[in-house]
């Protein structure tokens, strides 16, 4: 994982979903999230211009580091890579996209919700996962088992994450950050409250910061 995406994490550990096909809409819902204090973003390719609405981002935006979710196949991720992501998600594992992101340099969250796939990324040279669906996979009981065996692997749990449970997961000394779509959700875009989606990537933040606080070590 680059040093860049590792520090906004390690300051805000919350990945929001971007899911417009509008590019312009796109641009919005980034800078509300920026506003609300995240500036790690996943533009997810679930729309003819999604990948459009990436690169819009990344060109009228500033601070913000950009990655491509919902990649399924290599050509896919060599394209978003083309156009300037920083980081790929992926809802499964595919061995070609790991070994060319490896290659590339390019930080690359596959889904995992077995022990055998979170065994096949650790085996590929991948030490950082996506847990997903989060919450039909196992949740917290899941990623505590995991961690006891795969000592090495950071997981971002995806897929059920929400401010009810978002503190649990983060508490999870193997999870690295946790992504979700509650933050930008669909009403709020369609009638333009970018408010509120500046207040619940705040509120999202709150949470990550407290459980940080308890995570961290005191001395004396």
Partial sequence: M????????????????????????????????????????????RSDNAQAGMEAILAQTQ??????????????AKSVVASGAQFIVSPGLVDEIAVYCLDQGIPFFPGCMTAGEVQRAYALGLREVKFFPASLAGGVPMLKAFS???????????????PDNLADFLAVPSVMACGGSWITPKEAVAIGDFARISNLASEAVAIAQTVRSIKAPTHG
């Fill in 2 to 45: 680059s040093d860049t995406l590792s520090n906004r994490l390690q300051s805000a550990p919350v990945v929001p979903l971007i899911a417009e096909d509008d590019p312009k809409t796109a641009v919005k819902v980034a800078r509300a999230l920026g506003q609300g204090g995240l500036s790690v973003l996943e533009v997810v390719l």
């Fill in 63 to 76: 601070d913000m580091v950009v990655g491509a979710g919902t990649v399924l196949t290599l050509n896919q």
């Fill in 148 to 162: 006891s065996v795969f000592r090495e692997m950071r997981f971002m749990p995806t897929g059920g994450v929400s």
